[in-house]
Structure formats: structure tokens, C-alpha cells
């Protein structure tokens, strides 16, 4: 069942974004398979968040132009780090949150920078790219975390 | 929920253990330019062979040193031959170059006059890339049942999209102009200056490879110059918004495509068949469908 979940859940986020999200100038910055990573990655175990990024990376990649593994390679790594660090501190409050999507959309987007140029394909990476990335998954991330979070204590509660 | 809980040094060596699978597995799909190997086995000879160069350097050092002395005497006149020999492989070059470009031209006339006519395969965008930031790719409802190809060029009649750079049987993947690892060949429309058209990966593409002296207004049309062996000649492209000068010799143009790539929906593929419909420079594209 708890796969069957997570399958439908990464089936309706590659179909959100690349039928809906991607058609816009602001909301095409949104990388919903990084936010779910980091949401499970947040609440998750380790092992679970790690296999779950590297699944949905793979997916992004199939769906995505360039080499299969750039994504699943950046996300699983920033998987890791989130978990750890989650692990080790109380990470609750909502600027903290944004800043932690922030931060880690920023490392997956330089991820995928660095391996684009260690296997010598143009990134089209910029400041410009980078900031506007962090910033929208950051306040979008925030956004769908408490959505997310409140669907799930209700449940839990029910 | 039920949580699988890993010592960190397990975890640790899970996530070490993927990215190396992962790094393979890009590896693998990868080809070195240099060598025209996978970067997977340029990697590992790079890895591996200055260990070789080590115990080769350590038992031939000696060697080598001996031999260097003694080579130095016959040095200086070698390489003055060398120089007079290199003069003359340069001369020979030249003119070698020139027969090619005179080649070159000859065939590109010949062409014309034989050039492939092509069908038009009527599709829709049914999805865009996943990671647009990085990447701009689209999806097309039309795959190899539908008679797509590898490498066939997506039109709309505002202009060129993109190429097929992955087909299924329903569905084609296309690298849209704008994305930064395409290229195709593009020039000026009242001059006729031709160049390379590379996306930037930010929506826009840019002319490169313009000579200097070439004059480039802005709001110029550009349109496919047909050389790639992709598009064919004539195909609006977009419209010139500045012009950079990139070294003493070249200079570049940004442009902008006709068309919104985002709001895409109905596009066209264009498939050569000999002897149906002929397209010549400047003629509007064929937008029959199947």
C-alpha cells in the first residue's frame, strides 16, 4: 500500500509538472520531485528518503534531455544531507524551512552544474537561474509542506 | 510509519555506493570527444595509466636520461628540417582547405537543385521537461508508429521548435532550439551570413560565429540556413535583439524566437520523402497534415 502511495504520488507530480507548471514563467522554477524529497527526507527515515530520491531522480531523468542520472544523483545527495541534518536538529520552523529548500535547491541545481561539465554538455546555469530556483521552491516548498503536514495530522487524528 | 532505521555508517555507504552506480551509469552514455570512447573507460585509463607511467618512468628513467644527451647533439639540425618541412605541410594545407571549401560549394549547389521534399506529420506537445531550468525538452503525442524519426525537424508555421532527439512508439522527445546543448545551422535573412544558432537554456537562442564586419541590426529576421542537413533552408527562427562581439574576428546575435515555446501545442514534424512536396528557400513551410 505505502508503495503503491508513493508510486501514485510521483506519477502525479511528473504529470503536474510537466503538463501544468512548466507552461508558466514563475511556477516552471517549482521542482516538485526536490520538494518531495525533501518533505520525506524531513520526515522519513534515511533509507526510505534516500531510495525515494533515487527512484523519482531517475523518473525526472527519463522525462528530462541530458544524461539519465544527473537527477537522481543530485537529489539523492541532497536527500542525504537534508536527513542527516534533520536527524540531528529540530527543524520546525517555517523560515528554516524555506531556508533549508533554499539551500537545497541551490546544491541540486550545482550538482547538475558540476556533472554537466564533468561530462562536457552546456549549463546553462546562472546567477539569475540559481536565485530565482531557490527562492520560488523555497516559498512554494513552504506553501505545500503545511498543506501537506495539516492533511496528514488530520488523518492521523481521524 | 514504519521506519527502516540504518546505523549512519550504513546509510553512508548506501548513498556512496548509488552515486557511484549512479556516476557509472552516466558514465556509460557519455562518449569522450578526444577519443571517441565512453567517458566511463577515458576515465579509467586516465585513472589507471599513470601508475603504468610510473613503473614504466622508474625502470626507462635511467635510460632515457642517456639517450636525451646523446639526442641533444643531432637536435638542432633536425629541427631546422622539421621547421622547413612544417613550412611546406602548411602551403599544403592550404591549398588542400581551399579544394574542400570549393568541394564543399559544389555539393551545396548540386543539392539544391536535388533537394528533399518533405511530408508533414501534424502532433501536439502533450508534456514539457521536468527540469526546464536546466534543460528545455518537450513531448509530442507522435512517435515511430506515426513514421517519427531520430533527428527529424518540429516546425509550426511561426517557425522552427526543435528536433526529435528520442522516439517511442507513441511519443517523441524534442529538444527545443532554445535549450543550451542544441545547435543548428542558421543565418541572416537579408545577407544571407550564416552561422551556428545554440539555445541558452533561458529561452533565447544566439547566432554565433557572425564575421566582424558583417553589419547585424536589431529585429533582423534569422532564419535555419539548411547546413546542419536537419531543417531546411529558409525556416523563420526568430528576430535579432542585440548583437555581441566576441573576439577581433566574430561576432554573436541573441535572438528570440517568434514564438512562446511554453504555449506550444499544435506542432509539425517534417519528414523527407522524395518527389511529394519540394521546399525552397523562403517558401512557407508545408502545414498539410497526415
Redesign the interface.
Known amino acids: 500500500m ?1 508503495l503503491f502511495k508513493t508510486l501514485l504520488t510521483i506519477t502525479v507530480i ?1 504529470l503536474v ?3 501544468f507548471l ?4 514563475v511556477l ?2 517549482i ?1 516538485l ?1 526536490l520538494l518531495m524529497n525533501i518533505y520525506y527526507a524531513l520526515n ?5 528518503s ?1 531510495g525515494l530520491s ?1 527512484c523519482s531522480g531517475l523518473v ?1 531523468d527519463s ?11 543530485s537529489k ?2 541532497v536527500a ?1 544531507l537534508v536527513s ?1 541534518l534533520s536527524s540531528r536538529l529540530m527543524i520546525k520552523h517555517p523560515l528554516i524551512i524555506m531556508l533549508l529548500i533554499g539551500i537545497s535547491t541551490s546544491l541540486d ?1 550545482l550538482i ?2 558540476g ?2 561539465l564533468l ?8 546567477y ?2 540559481l536565485s530565482a ?1 531557490a527562492l520560488v521552491n523555497g516559498v512554494s516548498g513552504l506553501v505545500l509542506f503545511q498543506i501537506t503536514e495539516r492533511i496528514r495530522v488530520k488523518k492521523e487524528y481521524a | ?1 514504519e ?4 546505523s ?1 555508517r550504513t ?2 555507504g ?2 556512496v555506493v ?2 557511484f552506480v ?2 557509472a ?3 556509460y ?2 562518449t ?2 578526444e577519443t571517441g570512447q565512453t ?1 566511463l573507460a577515458s576515465v579509467a585509463f586516465r585513472l589507471f595509466s599513470p601508475f603504468q607511467l610510473v613503473v614504466s618512468e622508474a625502470f626507462g628513467g635511467v635510460a632515457g636520461v642517456f639517450r636525451n644527451y646523446i639526442g641533444l647533439v643531432g637536435a638542432n639540425k633536425e629541427n631546422v628540417k622539421l621547421k622547413r618541412e612544417l613550412d611546406e605541410l602548411k602551403i599544403q594545407l592550404e591549398a588542400q582547405s581551399q579544394q574542400n571549401r570549393e568541394n564543399e560549394r559544389l555539393r551545396r549547389i548540386l543539392q539544391f537543385r536535388e533537394r528533399l521534399p518533405y511530408r508533414a506529420i501534424a502532433g501536439e506537445i ?12 518537450a ?1 509530442a503525442n507522435r512517435g515511430g508508429r506515426h513514421g517519427i524519426k531520430r533527428e527529424m525537424p518540429v516546425v509550426t508555421p511561426e517557425g522552427v521548435i526543435g528536433i526529435t ?1 528520442l522516439t517511442g512508439p507513441f511519443t517523441s ?1 524534442i ?1 527545443l532550439i532554445t ?3 542544441s545547435s543548428i545551422g542558421a543565418m541572416i535573412q537579408s545577407s544571407r551570413t550564416s552561422g551556428i544558432l ?5 529561452g533565447r537562442c544566439v547566432l554565433k560565429f557572425l564575421p566582424i564586419n558583417v553589419t547585424v541590426q536589431k529585429g533582423e529576421a534569422i532564419v535555419t540556413s539548411g547546413q546542419d542537413g536537419i531543417f531546411p533552408e529558409g525556416l523563420p527562427v526568430g528576430r535579432v535583439v542585440r548583437t555581441v562581439t566576441e573576439s577581433e574576428f566574430y561576432r554573436s546575435a541573441e535572438v528570440e524566437p517568434y514564438q512562446d515555446f ?2 506550444v501545442r499544435e506542432v509539425i514534424f517534417l519528414s523527407p520523402v522524395p518527389g511529394v512536396v519540394a521546399v525552397k528557400p523562403s517558401e512557407p513551410v508545408p502545414t498539410q497534415s497526415k
Open positions: 505505502k511528473l509538472q510537466t503538463m512548466n507552461r508558466f514563467q516552471k522554477w521542482d520531485f522519513f527515515s534515511q533509507v526510505a534516500i533515487l525526472q522525462f528530462s534531455q541530458g544524461v539519465v542520472g544527473m537527477n537522481a544523483f539523492t545527495v542525504y542527516t541545481f547538475i552544474h556533472l554537466r561530462f562536457g554538455l552546456e549549463s546553462p546555469l546562472s539569475g537561474i530556483a | 510509519m521506519q527502516v532505521v540504518l549512519p546509510s553512508l548506501i548513498v548509488s552515486l549512479l556516476l551509469l552516466m558514465s552514455q557519455v569522450d570527444p567517458v502533450i508534456g514539457r521537461d521536468p527540469k526546464p531550468a536546466m534543460s528545455e525538452t513531448t532527439i522527445k529538444q535549450d543550451a546543448s545554440s539555445g541558452t537554456g533561458n511554453s504555449s
